[in-house]
């Protein structure tokens, strides 16, 4: 007995020195779960654009061609117990933030004057490859196209470097390498690829990103997410919200009628059914967004099937 106490009495200066070394690991690995960090990570870029950012610097710029970033690693926290990849709750729950820091850069003078928020109609996800643990990846997020009522569409891009074993091959799947609503997805995926469903919406999405990858990138994941701007409990459609924003070639002249109404303290109303033309009280406010509208149009298809798969699932 003797003997055991000894031994304890030798041992537990060690065993307490790898414990406090693993507490600490396991702390420092699981930090991105710990409460309020996915609160901070996601709401911190509202405040940061408050404090330190440029409020004017998206005026006049193309929203189509504007792409925020959001840097990541695929932490233990984030992986599934199973593959040890990038689980696809981690998707969604990374996807919280970058979506949110797009929509600061563009809007956040809509947001700060008048309110104007965005809830999250509908989102999907086509899965293509996925991130092991411990993986630096990034999340490309842009506008992709916007509907005269109600909703616009963000698309996002889960992007990574290749690996040293993958560095040989395409890029770009031979039969996506043409973007278009008539470019179709493999049949059949090679590797640790996720199976991509058929069907002209995803498929025509997924063969821009392969375009637009550099030649040392992959494609792991696209999301599309469904948002409609918001006055209080009221609609505001996109043309008016984007025009507003400042954004597009006549971003300078919609600005200035944007600081017209906040001055006038008028914003708001106009947002709440103002803008509509029967309405004298706003009879010379006129945004002009024609170049938007036009690119818009070039665009729009992908997200009108994605648009009528939702209005399906409604309806039967």
């Known amino acids: 007995m003797a003997d055991l106490v000894n031994i304890v009495k030798e041992y537990t200066p060690v065993l307490l020195s790898i414990s406090k070394y693993a507490a600490v690991a396991l702390i420092a690995l699981n930090m991105n779960s710990f409460p309020l960090v996915w609160h901070f990570r996601t709401f911190g870029c509202v405040y940061w654009h408050k404090w330190f950012g440029n409020h004017e610097r998206s005026v006049g710029i193309d929203p189509f061609k504007t792409v925020s970033t959001r840097k990541y690693i695929a932490t233990i926290d984030d992986c599934d117990a199973f593959g040890f990849h990038l689980s696809n709750s981690s998707y969604a729950k990374n996807l919280d933030s970058a979506r949110l820091d797009a929509w600061v850069e563009l809007n956040y003078r809509l947001f700060k004057e008048a309110q104007v928020w965005t809830p999250l109609g509908a989102s999907s996800y ?98 599309i997410t469904q948002y409609c701007f918001k006055s209080g409990r009221l609609t505001v459609p996109p043309p008016i919200a984007l025009g507003l924003a400042g954004l597009g070639k006549n971003g300078e002249k919609n600005h200035e009628i944007f600081k017209s109404l906040v001055k006038e303290r008028k914003l708001k109303a106009y947002l709440r059914g103002g803008y509509k033309k029967d309405n004298p009280d706003f009879a010379d406010v006129e945004l002009n967004i024609n170049d938007l509208e036009i690119t818009n149009s070039t665009r729009f298809e992908p997200y009108r099937a994605f648009t009528n798969a939702l209005t399906s699932f409604k309806t039967h």
């Not at 842009?142 to 616009?152: L, N, T, V, Y």
């Not at 919406?201 to 990858?213: C, G, T, V, W």
Request: glycine share 6%; proline share 6%; aromatic share 12%.
């Open 126 to 223: 086509y899965f293509v490859k996925e991130i092991p643990f411990g993986k630096r990846y990034e999340i490309r997020t842009s506008i992709g196209a916007f509907e005269q009522d109600k909703w616009f569409y963000y698309v996002s891009k889960f992007v990574s470097k290749k690996s040293e074993k993958s560095k040989g091959s395409l890029s770009t799947p031979a039969n996506l390498a043409t973007a278009g609503s008539h470019a179709t997805a493999p049949d059949t995926v090679s590797g640790t690829a996720t199976p991509i469903a058929k069907g002209e919406s995803p498929n025509s999405l997924i063969a821009q990103a392969y375009n637009e990858l550099e030649p040392d990138e992959e494609l792991n994941c696209i999301a």
